[in-house]
């Protein structure tokens, strides 16, 4: 599976971005998708996730996030709203596989290269 991510920039506080994230490959085994989000010196943290239409959003983000897919073209979206300079970081893609077999079931780890969302004060 390869992720595609796009949609990230510059923007002010209290605008909104749309990120987009495109699957390839093996991409009827896909699990989940969802979004995930790196700050300068801080660990990788959970945004938003979808699961059969299922979604789930980080607590601190709902209300200003929110994630959609179009399973016709394999591509999740990520809608941010009222953007603060604290939402400013690297935001990845990822997907989860699951490889079912007789013995045992195990997710692989799918990831984006990153995009850059950088909110201005």
């Known amino acids: 599976v390869q992720l595609a991510e796009s949609g990230g920039g510059l923007v002010q506080a209290g605008g909104s971005l749309t ?3 495109t699957a390839s490959g093996r991409t009827s085994n896909i699990y989940t998708m969802g979004w995930y989000r790196q700050a300068p010196g801080k660990q990788r943290e959970l945004v938003a996730t ?5 979604k789930t959003i980080a607590d ?3 209300g200003r996030f929110s994630i959609s897919e179009n399973n016709a073209e394999n591509t999740v979206y990520l ?21 079912i077999t007789i013995e045992r079931t195990t997710d692989l780890n799918y990831w984006g290269q990153g995009t ?4 201005s004060s």
């Open 19 to 21: 990120l987009s994230c």
């Open 50 to 54: 979808i699961t059969s239409g299922r």
């Open 60 to 62: 601190s983000l709902k």
């Open 79 to 99: 809608v941010m709203n009222n953007l603060e300079p604290e939402d400013t970081a690297v935001y990845y893609c990822n997907a989860i596989v699951k490889v």
């Open 116 to 119: 850059q969302v950088t909110v």
